[in-house]
């Protein structure tokens, strides 16, 4: 029987730069070397071509001629084998980090096809490449280039049974599969490739895990904090018999979720504790934008005007104070996905605002976004008075499937791509499709 997945072909098409990205002015240059074709003519004879929008249409500016264009097609290679550092079409900025407290520009190297079209007045540019190519760059993207081997190989198979299962598909209406941002995965064509990436891929070529011979929904998040989330706390809907809550560690623990914060607040011995990466260079191996403080602990002081000024932003709320945050629910991991905010509005009447999804916690949580859900509020009795609430929470993401730091804390300690898979999806299969 074939194994089924959610693409129809071995092709992906990724959301480059998107409309509410409200680009108007791209550059796009490639070396000699590469074979470039395009659909207008010209193309092989220039090496660079600089983009603006015009009246909604495309103005091409390199070409003999400046055309108005409806849209602009440019191919070069795509196969995984090929592919090098920095091979592909020089694409001149694209967002990254979209949303986040990290955004910025940066500039990528895609392989493929690049389609770009004009809409809302902004460029939307979309990237079609063969599947085992985009999984060779995004491994490489969500990897620091002194990632462990195993580490790698494991990285790579989940980011290809994402890639495949399309669970998510969160952009179909727009014309894409997947975006280029951690909305989706993080992919930043061939810029950061490196020998020893590519050598993951092209290693585990077609290798995906199953489930009642389907590829499986691998979700996988930074940090799970110490326990593994169930899927169902964080996506609702039914139940994924491989997404299910575990400690994510080398020894056994008591239950099969988090009761006490405080205990799991004390537990070190977890794959992704600090501890376990202290005498390594964190940054090489998990990229550099991930080290920007610390993800399996962390405090925050959130003032309260903050999350006053997101009641507004998010929800159209005039609120004049925040009184008190009661907490409601958790997953297994403690993340918290139930929250009710209470407090006056501009008339001093009572008012409260119930939260019922980790994301939108971690949003109303931070003046950017919050490392994860899983907290407690250590100034509860006193938060009417006070100016700020004080966090105190592990992990980093939503904490279900993979835990990419934990991943990294089994390989350090020489267990195989093929068991951190294994430990992390529980009851699938690795095969080849
Ligand atoms: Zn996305
Ligand atoms: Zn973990």
Redesign the pocket.
């Known amino acids: 029987m074939p194994i089924s997945s959610g693409l129809n072909n071995d092709v992906i098409r990724v959301g480059i730069v998107l409309p509410e990205d409200k680009l108007q002015n791209i550059t796009l240059s490639w070396t000699p070397e590469m074979d470039v074709s395009g659909s207008i003519s010209g193309i092989e004879a220039t090496h660079q071509l600089k983009l603006s929008v015009k009246d909604g249409s495309i103005v091409a500016q390199g070409l003999p001629e400046q055309p108005l264009l409806d849209k602009l097609t440019l191919n070069c290679n795509d196969q995984v084998e090929t592919l090098s550092t920095g091979y592909g079409i020089h694409v001149d900025p694209v967002i990254a980090g979209r949303g986040f407290h990290w955004e910025k520009q940066i500039a990528v190297d895609l392989p493929g096809q690049l389609n770009i079209t004009v809409e809302d007045d902004c460029f939307k540019v979309i990237n079609t490449l063969n599947i085992e190519a985009y999984v060779a760059c995004v491994a490489t993207s969500e990897m620091g280039s002194e990632a462990p081997a195993d580490l790698l190989a494991a990285q790579t198979v989940v980011a290809r049974c994402w890639s495949m299962a399309l669970a998510e598909a969160k952009h179909l209406d727009n014309g894409f599969d997947v975006c280029n941002d951690d909305c989706c995965q993080r992919y930043q064509g061939t810029s950061f490739l490196t020998e020893h990436s590519l050598n993951a891929a092209v290693e585990t070529k077609g290798e995906v895990l199953i489930h009642q011979n389907r590829v499986i929904d691998a979700r996988y998040s930074k ?6 989330e169930d899927y169902e706390a964080v996506w609702k809907g039914d139940s994924v018999p491989y997404l299910i809550p575990l400690w ?1 560690g080398p020894d056994q623990r008591p239950g099969n979720a988090v009761t006490d914060f405080e205990d799991l607040w004390h537990y070190e011995d ?3 504790a600090s501890k376990r990466f202290q005498s390594v260079n964190l940054a090489g191996m998990l990229g550099k934008v991930d080290v920007s403080g610390s993800y ?1 602990r962390w405090s925050e002081a959130v003032k309260k005007q903050d999350i006053l000024n997101n009641l507004k932003k998010f929800y159209n709320l005039t609120w004049n104070s925040l009184d008190n945050v009661h907490i409601v629910g958790r997953g297994a991991s403690a993340r918290i996905n139930n929250l009710i905010l209470t407090g006056t509005d501009s008339q001093g009447e009572s008012v409260e605002h119930h939260l019922l999804d980790q994301y939108d916690i971690r949003q109303m949580f931070s003046e950017s976004f919050l490392y994860s859900s899983a907290f407690v509020i250590d100034n509860a009795d006193t938060l009417a008075s006070d100016d700020s609430v004080m966090l105190r929470g592990s ?1 980093w993401g939503h ?1 279900v499937g993979l ?1 990419q ?2 991943a990294l ?1 089994m390989a350090l300690d020489g267990i195989s791509y093929k068991d951190i898979l294994l430990h992390y999806y529980p009851g699938t299969e690795l095969t080849t499709f």
């Open positions: 940090n799970c904090g110490g326990m593994v994510d977890a794959y992704c399996y992990g904490g835990c730091m934990g804390g």
